[in-house]
Structure formats: C-alpha cells, structure tokens
C-alpha cells in the first residue's frame, strides 16, 4: 500500500522556521515531481511549491526567497524548509507526489500537516 506521511507542522511566531518532511513508502517504481500544497481556512488549495526529478523548482511570487523545495530521491522524500514566515503562511500543507507504479502512473497526497504562525 501507497502512502505519504508528512511530519514538521506546528506553531510557530512570525518571522521564524519550521521545516516539514514528507515520506513516500510502498511499492513505488518511480517518482517524477514532487510538490507542496497548502489550504488556509475559507479558500482553495494552493500551490507551494514544486520539484523535478533533475530539481528544477517553481514558487509563487507569495513565498519566492522565503521557501526552499527539497527531495532526496534515494529516501522517497520531499522536504520544504519555510523561513521568514508570515501570519498569511498559516494554512494545512499538503504534499503531492506523481508515482509511478506497476499498476500505472497515479498522483498521490499526504494527510497533511497544520502550520500555524502567531504570536
């Protein structure tokens, strides 16, 4: 079985750092991109940030100098290391991964992890 399971969420004051973690587990062939999503209460899911396999990345403007995409191919595992954050930050991050498995290609979603920044 297929899962995602992220870690790193937590409150945090602004201007400070949190790092989050996603793990992929399970009979995976191969993962192409990888990314992070988030979700503020009263509005859509948005996009974070993504990673390419050769680790090209992409950012909105709202979190470009502030926010890093990692991946560790080897350990199936996306990270996003999050700095200067903003009130605005706080919001549920989900992490997506594109998988290739013996069955086919299938996007893939963590369970989500809860960032919260105040004072």
């Known amino acids: 079985q297929v899962q995602l399971v992220e870690s790193g969420g937590g409150l945090v004051q602004p201007g400070g750092s949190l790092r989050l973690s996603c793990a992929a587990s399970?009979?995976?062939?191969?993962?192409?991109?990888m990314g992070w999503y988030r979700q503020a209460p009263g509005k859509q899911r948005e996009l974070v940030a993504t990673i390419t396999p050769e680790g090209s990345t992409n950012y909105p403007d709202s979190v470009k100098g502030r926010f890093t995409i990692s991946r560790d191919n080897a350990k199936k595992t996306v990270y996003l290391q999050m700095n200067s954050l903003k009130p605005e930050d706080t919001a549920v991050y989900y992490c997506n991964m594109h998988l290739t498995l013996r069955a086919g290609a299938f996007d893939y979603w963590g369970q989500g992890t809860r960032v919260t920044v105040s004072s």
């Open positions: 399970g009979s995976i062939l191969s993962i192409y991109a």
